[in-house]
């Protein structure tokens, strides 16, 4: 074959490739990150969550959503109570520095920009999920923005993924967690391991979110890594 003959390929492919996303490649690593946490426990998880994003440099800009149950729980798990400050607070710092990436939008205002498949998000995680919000995602049920940047996540076909907490599980729950891997989505149980011997529960929640990370394109540099 001659080079002339192999060019036309490289253009090609990359139209099959826009197409195959839905017009829109999501950069990777990840650099606009949607982050959303809703009411099941587990909210340690998503401090640690919150706090690698911060530090890493590869991640330029996250839109945060807290549902109010999120709020309840937060009260409970990390004493924190109320909505100001929240990004601040979940850090542990005056929240100055986080300002400047880590925004929180409003889970009733379905007009904010991830409401929209033409914001270039990357990804979502969503940590922990409730069993209440896996239930409308997996049903496209999208009356908040949490759902709605979820359904927008899964048309777009772009990462998301829901870091289930819940136990034991029923069939509702089951088929829900069916649904969602379906229709795109990661099922990511907030499930830590044990073979790294964590020595607190700082360091297990580190690590968790660490392999959540890791899985949208975003690996650690600290992260526990297993060598058989
Ligand atoms: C302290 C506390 C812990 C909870 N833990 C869980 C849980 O682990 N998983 C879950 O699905 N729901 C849990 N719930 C119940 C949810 O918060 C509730 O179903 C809520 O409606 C979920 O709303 P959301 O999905 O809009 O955040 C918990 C509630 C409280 C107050």
């Known amino acids: 074959m001659t080079s002339s003959s192999a060019t036309p390929y490289a253009p090609q492919f990359e139209v099959i490739l826009l197409c195959l996303a839905g017009g829109f490649l999501p950069n990777h690593p990840p650099r606009n990150l949607t982050i959303a946490t ?8 998503l401090r640690h969550l919150l706090l ?16 109010d149950s999120a709020l309840r729980v937060m009260a409970e798990e ?11 607070r979940i850090l542990g710092h005056s929240g100055s520095r986080a300002a400047l990436k880590i925004k929180e939008q409003s889970n009733t205002d379905i007009g904010a920009n991830v409401a929209s498949g033409s914001y270039p998000a990357d990804a979502m995680i969503v940590m922990p999920c409730s069993v209440g919000t896996l239930a409308r995602i997996a049903n496209g049920v999208a009356a908040q923005l949490i759902e709605r940047a979820a359904d ?37 149980p907030l499930i830590p391991a044990f073979y790294y011997h964590p020595a607190s529960l700082d360091e ?4 968790f979110a660490y392999r959540v990370l890791a899985h949208v394109g975003l690996p650690q540099a600290d992260a526990f890594r297993w060598k058989g």
């Open 38 to 45: 809703t009411g099941a426990s587990g909210a340690i998880f």
């Open 52 to 67: 690698a994003v911060e530090r890493d440099a590869r991640v330029e800009t996250v839109n945060f959503i807290a549902s």
């Open 78 to 88: 990390l004493g924190l109570k109320g909505r100001s400050n929240l990004v601040g």
């Open 152 to 188: 927008v996540s899964l048309k777009e076909k772009r990462p998301l993924v829901l870091c289930v907490r819940e136990t034991p599980l029923n069939k509702i729950h089951i088929r829900n967690m069916y649904r969602a891997a379906d229709a795109g989505a990661t099922v990511f």
């Open 204 to 207: 297990m929640a580190r690590e």
